[in-house]
């Protein structure tokens, strides 16, 4: 192991929310996290994190300690083969992302979209795509504050008022696949005249529209055995060796277009899978940058599993961090885009470590 680390945060927080219209709120919010984080350095120098957290509202609903440690050496064990993975070269294809992949992958590529001030200017990718299709028809993504758990999981993302006084409320951004709403400040927008809960900010900074609990649906579910026959299926029509299965992402960024930047965006990921469509086990890979424009791989989207999973973090943008969780099942694209991950020239200790005697 180059590094290996594990952090406790206990918080109570009160905040108080006060203006000139005679609104006067007061919110208590207490939580635990617990995050546990290893990286190992390949030959070549690249550098290889995994990572895991546990959320609680109350600390006794935290994993024992006995979990937490299997959890942490099941965790070196896949750093151990994953140090001496392949390193993939870039790559078009079809791809299953996991629930907690998909989640940071709707965060990022759609969910920045659909705030509302990103809209008046760079990042108007759906701006003047409301009442029109964007997803296929089974799905469903809606932004929920007032959501304090879903699919067995305490979610980051709860609050009953946003930063600006309002109160909060579940807002439909997409219906049977059809682009209904943005996330609102009180900062208007053309057909969007009103504050849904959304305006946040971390201390007391400005607020903007930023997104909460974000979660995905589908009404036409598949197994994971489905999902996995599909895509083999996808990658023989297109005539690929193997697909891609992105089962761990870290994080990752959206540009929108403001300021002259490409509207793109980048999820790393951390574990990466080859399925291959002549029946050979699984094969871990490294080195995996997924990337792309939000329409396009939008647009490739094909249907949803039947297992919700939760990704739990915090998302930093204009007005600072502000916690939030994102929901989804598996998905399956029939196009995703990869690029290889830069390299370090950093390369490993010739000597090993000194022994303790």
Same mark, same amino acid.
């Given at each position: ?10 918080? #109570? ?43 609680? !509202? ?37 791809? %299953? ?80 696949? %059809? ?19 959304? *305006?946040? @900010?971390?201390?007391? *900074?400005?607020?903007?529209?930023? /997104? ?29 060796? !193997?697909? !891609?299965?992105?089962?761990?992402? @870290? ?24 399925? !291959? ?23 490739? %989207? #094909? ?51 000194? /022994?303790?005697?």
């Amino acid at each position: 192991l180059q590094s290996g680390d594990v952090s406790l945060t206990f918080r #109570v927080l009160r905040n108080y929310f006060v203006n000139t219209e005679g609104t006067e709120v007061v919110q208590n919010r207490t939580y635990a996290r617990i995050m546990i984080s290893a990286s190992m350095k390949a030959e070549d120098g690249m550098e290889l994190p995994l990572n895991m957290s546990y959320f609680a !509202y109350d600390p006794k609903d935290l994993p024992s300690n006995d979990r937490m440690i299997a959890d942490a050496k099941d965790m070196v064990k896949r750093l151990t083969v994953l140090r001496d993975a392949p390193v993939v070269d870039p790559y078009t294809g079809p791809a %299953i992302l996991s629930g907690p992949a998909s989640g940071v992958f709707f965060h990022e590529i759609f969910g920045h979209r659909i705030e509302g001030h990103r809209l008046k200017g760079g990042g108007e990718t759906f701006k003047k795509k409301v009442g029109e299709l964007v997803l296929p028809a089974d799905f469903q993504v809606y932004c929920d504050p007032t959501l304090r758990s879903y699919a067995g999981e305490e979610l980051n993302g709860f609050y009953l008022y946003d930063d600006q006084g309002v109160k909060a409320r579940r807002v439909d951004v997409v219906k049977d696949g %059809i682009l209904r709403e943005f996330l609102m400040s009180r900062v208007p927008l053309d057909g969007f005249p009103h504050s849904n809960g959304h *305006g946040r @900010t971390a201390g007391g *900074g400005d607020p903007v529209s930023r /997104q909460s609990n974000l979660v995905v649906e589908t009404t036409a579910p598949h197994t994971e055995a489905e999902l996995r026959s599909m895509l083999i299926e996808e990658a023989k029509k297109q005539g690929k060796e !193997y697909g !891609y299965y992105f089962k761990e992402v @870290t994080s990752g960024f959206t540009l929108t277009g403001e300021g002259g930047s490409l509207n793109s965006f980048n999820v790393t990921p951390l574990e990466v899978y080859r399925i !291959y469509v002549d029946g050979r086990p699984d094969e871990l890979v490294r080195g995996v940058d997924l990337i792309g424009t939000p329409l396009s791989m939008f647009s490739n %989207i #094909v249907c949803g599993g039947d297992a919700p999973s939760v990704f739990t973090g915090e998302c930093g943008a204009e007005s600072g961090w502000v916690p939030v969780t994102a929901s989804s099942p598996m998905i399956l694209v029939n196009k995703i885009e990869t690029q290889r991950r830069q390299k370090s020239r950093d390369l490993p200790p010739i000597l090993p470590a000194p /022994q303790n005697k």
